[in-house]
């Protein structure tokens, strides 16, 4: 299977402060796969790092085998690598539709002027992504608040719209930041089968920053585990699960269970449940 990342012995220093030390993972084409790691761990510096809004001090990215650790952020969307933010950085006053609309700026071929010169050839554009973006509300379930003030909805609701908005991309890699940050058990349940399904009916490969672990293990096809900015597993979530470092990096102690899923009888494991 093709890669469609590779982070190659990535560091990266702050003054002082390593907040990456020769980190190096490969995703793959196609993979739902996670970061995770106790507060301060670097999960956020590495996905910076892909983005481009970070660069390394040394180490290497590469996008399905293409060397982008010099590439700006602008350069990297048109290559198909989109991103939400553990933040919520959405256009506040503008309506839930403006939004999503937002996200398909690099993709206009019309700006203002070439528009008003081949008027037939800008509408036409227009309506091509005004359809691309119906079809992202009807996906994310969202047609009951697109005319909505941005600003206006639930946390839940807001998070929601910005994956609109970085879906509306159309990224082949999509990095979600926390994504179910601040969420209650319904709107991660939701956001999970959201994100299963844009991984495989969209067939996006996607990176994912997590803390709820139930939600990690149940979903990921692999995970990368970061301690003090380096890495100390990687493998499928049982293989991570079982992992001794990473017990001890998350409870200070080996022998005790680090997640169990399943534990809880009104709460089945995410993946049967978005099944
Ligand atoms: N812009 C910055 N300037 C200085 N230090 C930074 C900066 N960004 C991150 N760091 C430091 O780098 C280390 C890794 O931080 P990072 O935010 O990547 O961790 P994280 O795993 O995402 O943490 P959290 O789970 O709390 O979001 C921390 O020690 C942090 O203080």
Redesign the pocket.
């Known amino acids: 299977m093709e890669h469609a990342l590779e982070v190659r012995n990535v560091s990266?220093r702050?003054?002082g402060?390593r907040?990456?030390s020769e980190v190096s993972f490969a995703v793959n084409d196609g993979e739902l796969f996670s970061i995770i790691?106790?507060?301060?761990?670097?999960?956020?510096?590495?996905?910076?790092c892909i983005s481009g809004r970070?660069r390394p001090t040394e180490g290497h990215l590469f996008y399905h085998g293409r060397d982008i650790t010099a590439l700006k952020p602008n350069a990297r969307a048109p290559l198909g690598i989109g991103r939400t933010f553990?933040n919520l950085a959405l256009f506040h006053h503008m309506s839930v539709l403006d939004n999503i609309m937002v996200g398909r700026h690099h993709l206009l071929k019309n700006n203002f002027f070439t528009g008003a010169l081949y008027w037939l050839g800008a509408r036409r554009e227009e309506l091509e992504h005004r359809h691309k973006v119906e079809e992202i509300i009807d996906f994310l379930d969202l047609q009951s608040v697109r005319k909505a003030t941005a600003g206006t909805l639930s946390y839940g609701l807001r998070k929601r719209v910005e994956l609109a908005r970085a879906m509306a991309l159309e990224p082949k890699l999509i990095l979600l930041d926390?994504p179910m940050a601040g969420m209650n058990f319904e709107e991660k349940e939701d956001m999970a089968r959201y994100i299963v399904d844009l991984n495989e009916e969209f067939g996006m490969t996607v990176v994912m920053?997590e803390?709820d672990m139930g939600v990690v293990m149940d979903i990921s096809n692999r995970v990368v585990v970061?301690d003090f900015?380096r890495k100390i597993a990687e493998g499928d979530p049982a293989e991570v699960l079982a992992d001794p470092h990473v017990k001890r990096a998350y409870l200070g102690e080996e022998d005790e269970v680090l997640v169990d899923p399943d534990d809880a009888p009104d709460h089945p494991p995410i993946a049967e449940r978005v099944a």
């Open positions: 990266l702050f003054g402060v907040a990456l790691g106790p507060n301060g761990a670097g999960k956020t510096s590495i996905v910076n970070y553990q926390e920053i803390h970061l900015g």
